[in-house]
């Protein structure tokens, strides 16, 4: 019996590079597990829509497993895919990629990248997300936050692209206020897109790049699928 195929969904981007990688993402989830059939789906900004692959599969008798490539549980998961899977009986979501600690440990990898000391207790973190006024996702971030302290000696607090408080720059602008010497924006994005490309207005000293291409997301995308077919 072949596996049910992994729609790998993503918000989307106009942003090439970001494209590109979210790809990726997929491709290395099939080289990870080989013999896997991946697709994809967004709810936002490119085709197709989510609802329309799975509402596809379904016509064509193959079950499904929609994981969100989402960091986070916000109206996307709850509505968006949700409501994509809740007509196909051969169908079910899977929970979003955040919080993990492999997510965690690759922004502690991004930010040491960009030259920032995990020992210093005078460099803050500012661990930026897009933001949601969904308060679960924001929930989902503030557990993130609380994964990296585990491996940061400075203070690692939140800031939002849009819709949750406060936003980046306000949360930057704390840090220092708070006593930090040097304040780092590490970017909670999967991609570049236009969230990750307005952070370097927030007034940090560095932002880090985001979280792909690395291996351990393509492993967390698995487990999700994995969870979600052991639950069904």
Same mark, same amino acid.
């Given at each position: 019996?072949?596996?049910?195929?992994?729609?790998?969904?993503?918000?989307?981007?106009?942003?090439?590079?970001?494209?590109?990688?979210?790809?990726?993402?997929?491709?290395?989830?099939?080289?990870?597990?080989?013999?896997?059939?991946?697709?994809?789906?967004?709810?936002?900004?490119?085709?197709?829509?989510?609802?329309?692959?799975?509402?596809?599969?379904?016509?064509?008798?193959?079950?499904?497993?929609?994981?969100?490539?989402?960091?986070?549980?916000?109206?996307?998961?709850?509505?968006?895919?949700?409501?994509?899977? /809740?007509?196909?009986?051969?169908?079910?979501?899977?929970?979003?990629?955040?919080?993990?600690?492999?997510?965690?440990?690759?922004?502690?990898?991004?930010?040491?990248?960009?030259? /920032?000391?995990?020992?210093?207790?005078?460099?803050?973190?500012?661990?930026?997300?897009?933001?949601?006024?969904?308060?679960?996702?924001?929930?989902?971030?503030?557990?993130?936050?609380?994964?990296?302290?585990?491996?940061?000696?400075?203070?690692?607090?939140?800031?939002?692209?849009?819709?949750?408080?406060?936003?980046?720059?306000?949360?930057? /602008?704390?840090?220092?206020?708070?006593?930090?010497?040097?304040?780092?924006?590490?970017?909670?994005?999967?991609?570049?897109?236009?969230?990750?490309?307005?952070?370097?207005?927030?007034?940090?000293?560095?932002?880090?790049?985001?979280?792909?291409?690395?291996?351990?997301?393509?492993?967390?995308?698995?487990?999700?699928?994995?969870?979600?077919?052991?639950?069904?």
């Amino acid at each position: 019996m072949t596996p049910p195929v992994l729609v790998a969904c993503a918000h989307g981007t106009r942003n090439p590079a970001g494209r590109r990688l979210v790809a990726e993402l997929a491709l290395a989830a099939r080289r990870l597990r080989p013999g896997l059939v991946t697709t994809a789906a967004f709810v936002d900004v490119q085709p197709p829509t989510v609802a329309d692959v799975v509402a596809g599969l379904a016509a064509d008798g193959q079950p499904a497993v929609v994981v969100p490539l989402l960091l986070s549980g916000g109206y996307h998961v709850h509505v968006d895919i949700a409501g994509a899977v /809740a007509a196909h009986d051969a169908a079910v979501a899977a929970r979003p990629l955040g919080p993990d600690p492999r997510l965690a440990a690759v922004l502690c990898d991004r930010l040491v990248e960009a030259g /920032a000391d995990p020992r210093d207790p005078l460099t803050a973190v500012v661990l930026a997300a897009a933001g949601s006024s969904d308060p679960r996702s924001v929930a989902d971030v503030e557990d993130t936050a609380d994964l990296l302290q585990r491996s940061w000696a400075g203070p690692v607090t939140t800031g939002y692209g849009s819709a949750a408080q406060p936003p980046v720059a306000d949360a930057v /602008a704390a840090a220092r206020k708070g006593g930090a010497e040097r304040v780092v924006v590490a970017s909670y994005l999967l991609a570049p897109g236009h969230f990750h490309g307005k952070l370097a207005e927030a007034g940090a000293d560095v932002v880090t790049a985001p979280l792909l291409p690395d291996e351990r997301i393509a492993a967390v995308l698995l487990d999700r699928y994995d969870a979600a077919l052991g639950s069904h």
